[in-house]
């Protein structure tokens, strides 16, 4: 019996149908793969960019350049999949091209995080930076772990927090907080009587997902590290 195409496997066919004109386009006007992944990288690094010159140039209260970092991961983001596509339907895939997007990815994340520390450090959210920094190492782990199992021959995918995953949750979280904080205002707090302190403030809806995000990457990192040993104890390896 053929197995069914997961939920995630659906949304990212049809999010093909609907980039592979522009993909096309492209490949028309000579783009390579290797080409689109670097664009990828350097709007990353405009990423950073943003939130470095909130943290230096904007008041606390001013989360506006956090909404606008925000739009721009999830355009960033947008290369991901077109420099896979480009790949496919230009016929321009190779072992380096594969391994450039992969190494590319990598920097994208650690820049695109570097910005997000820096802002919430200068800014005073100590507390965040840290699960902001948390969420950065599941992160690179959840890749390495993957990585290094297919050195050893097992190939691990699948797990709550993949790339795609926190490019939209970091990206729309911080464009929601942007947004919304023109109309609540940047320096909103909710308070409950009998508690000293607020339990809600309007950069919450950008720093509470990165929390998640640390725990859940963490995770993801871990489950795929148990599915190699599983895996290579079935292949006969000694645990």
């Known amino acids: 019996m053929a197995q069914q195409p997961s939920l995630r496997t659906n949304l990212q066919l049809g999010i093909y149908k609907i980039i592979d004109p522009f993909v096309k386009v492209l490949i028309k006007v000579g783009l390579t793969p290797n080409a689109v992944t670097l664009i990828g990288f350097v709007l990353n690094i405009g990423v950073a960019a943003i939130f470095i010159f909130g943290a230096e140039e904007k008041p606390r209260n001013d989360l506006s350049e956090v909404g606008w970092a925000g739009a721009l ?141 640390a725990v859940l990457t963490n995770i993801t990192a871990f489950k795929r590290l148990m599915d190699a040993k599983k895996a290579l104890l079935g292949a006969g390896d000694q645990a």
């Open 73 to 213: 991961i999830l355009f960033a983001g947008l290369f991901d999949m077109l420099d896979g596509q480009v790949a496919r339907l230009g016929n321009m895939k190779s072992v380096f091209g594969a391994l450039f997007d992969s190494v590319l990815d990598r920097y994208s994340e650690l820049v695109m995080f570097l910005g997000i520390c820096y802002y919430l450090v200068a800014q005073a959210y100590f507390l965040s930076s840290i699960f902001a920094f948390v969420a950065l190492i599941g992160s690179m782990m959840v890749s390495y772990v993957r990585a290094r199992a297919e050195g050893l021959g097992v190939e691990i995918k699948g797990g709550l927090m993949q790339r795609p995953e926190r490019v939209v949750t970091i990206g729309l979280c911080a464009l929601i907080c942007g947004i919304s904080s023109n109309y609540i205002g940047g320096d909103f707090k909710l308070f409950i009587p009998g508690i000293k302190y607020h339990v809600f403030e309007t950069i919450s809806l950008f720093t509470v997902p990165i929390t998640i995000l």
